[in-house]
Every structure is written in structure tokens, then in C-alpha cells.
């Protein structure tokens, strides 16, 4: 066991001494920057409530009603607002202050960025093998006296834990920045979200550990295709190429096939399991243990596709 977190720690050696890994955290940072900055200018989110929370509110519902009323039939506007409506009925119901945007619902937001995460994420995936191929180090790795079956975990977990590095990265940068620019609201304070059974007033730390877990399903998934491709053809732009299209357009094939029954078995219907959260389920007749039970098979096969083809194929670095 020792060599393999050996094995694990100079492989995150070789991510972190390239230029461009740390080229990856200055864009994330950046990304952080640029959206707290947006959000402060366009002053859209950040709406503060005073101790007459509830007479602002009840204003707000009147303003909602006379923007629906002016417009004809169901739209983007209908809908936003009757759903602002429902939430502001919500907090005046049960008697709960709104709490004022700040640094916690900041990063909460940034949840999309994890789709960055997932695109370095896919890259350092992609390169992980395919790299020490290309470069004819692999023979000089597997002299070691250690397994093909270590190596390939070891550089399979190497590429989780830079994601996860990333991950906490991007919450720790969003709640620092979130603080500067918008203040801090307190630890873990409680707020209103939506679900599929109706408005819940839940500690905000539980739905920002969800959102994000959520979204780490997807880095999951398309890092280890991405990984298992850059096995099979020792080619990382094929890998990374393969893995953007997919991490992108995936939800668009699912959309696509949506008319035929067979679509579910997809991995790309299965991989968004916050629709059993929100109620909106990509393909009717889904659960969320038909879900899970598709990504465990295809994650299973993945690795057993790489770990078949690492461990049988003649190491022979390109151009012998």
C-alpha cells in the first residue's frame, strides 16, 4: 500500500510542477472573480431586506403581479415571476426573514463552475497514460517493482485527487471572494430552496455540499471515459476531444433519442441526479436507484475496459 500512495504522490508531482496545471487555478480564479464582480454591478442577487422584510416583500409580489399581467399567456416572465411569488408567500407564511445574498449563496452559484473543473479535469485524464507513451517513459515507470494494476490506479487516483484539490480550491476562493465583495452572513445560515415537494428552509453548508456533489458525479463519469479512452488509442487529443464533446453535449443526445424508450439506459440521461431533487426527470419512468445502478455498471466497465487494455498491451513507445 505504501508504494502505491508513493506512486500516487509522484504522479501529483508531475500534474503540479507543469505550468499548465497552475495555468487551470489562475483561470478558476479568475472565473471567481469576474462572476462576484458581475453579480456586484448588475446588482441583480444581492438584495438586501431590512426588519420590514415582510412589507418589502408583499411589495415585491405586487410589482411580480403587474409585470405577469402585462404579459400574453405563459413566457419566461410569467413563469419567473409566479415562482418568486411563491417563494416570497413562502418566507411571509412561515414567518422567515430572507436571507441577504453574501459570500455562502456566492459560492453556492459557483456550483456551475465545476463544469471547469470537469474540463481540467478531463485534460489531466486524458494525458495521464497516453502521455508516458508518447513520451516513452512508461517502460521506465513499469521497471519498478511494483504491478501494471498499481500503476494504473495509482494514476487513476492521482487525476481524482487534482479534482478534488480543485473542488476545495473553488470554495475556499468563493467564499473569500464572496466575503470581500457581497459580506460574510454567518456560519452555516439557513435559506429557502425548492424541491420537487414543494419550498424547504434548509442550513445553506447541506446545499452547498449537494450542489457540488451533484456536480462531481459528472466530473466522475466523463474523467474516467475520457481515462479509459486515452488507454484504449494512446491518444490524449482524441481523449480530451471526446470528453469535451460529451461533458457538453451530452444532455443534447439525451434530448435528441428523448422519444424512444431505450434512451434511459444512456449514460448521459443517467448522470444529472439532481433531476430527482428538482422533479424534473430527463426520461419518464426513471428513479434514482435505476440511476445509480446505470453509473455504477458503466464506471465498472470503464475500468475494467483500461485496466484489461493496460495491463495485456506491449509497451512500445511511439515511433518503434
Known sequence: MSKFFRLIGNELFKIFIRKSTWVMFISLAALVIFGAFLTKTLNEMNTTYSDNWREELQEENEQFEKEIAGEDGEGFVVTYNGEKIAENNYYLENDIKPLNYGAWQFTLDNAGLVSVISLFTIIIGAGIISNEYNWGTLKLLLIRPVSRTTVLFSKFTSVFVFGLIMMIFLIVFSLLTGSIFFGFEGFNPKFVISTAEGFKHVPIISELLSSYGYKVVNLIMMTTLA????????????????????????????????????????LFANIDLQQYKTGNVLVEGMTLGFSVTNLIVHFIAFLIISWLVFTKRDVVATGE
Open 227 to 266: 481515462f479509459m479512452i486515452s488507454t484504449i488509442f494512446r491518444n490524449s487529443s482524441l481523449a480530451i476531444g471526446v470528453g469535451i464533446f460529451l461533458l457538453m453535449g451530452g444532455n443534447i443526445i439525451v434530448g435528441i433519442l428523448s422519444r424512444y424508450d431505450w434512451v434511459k439506459y444512456i
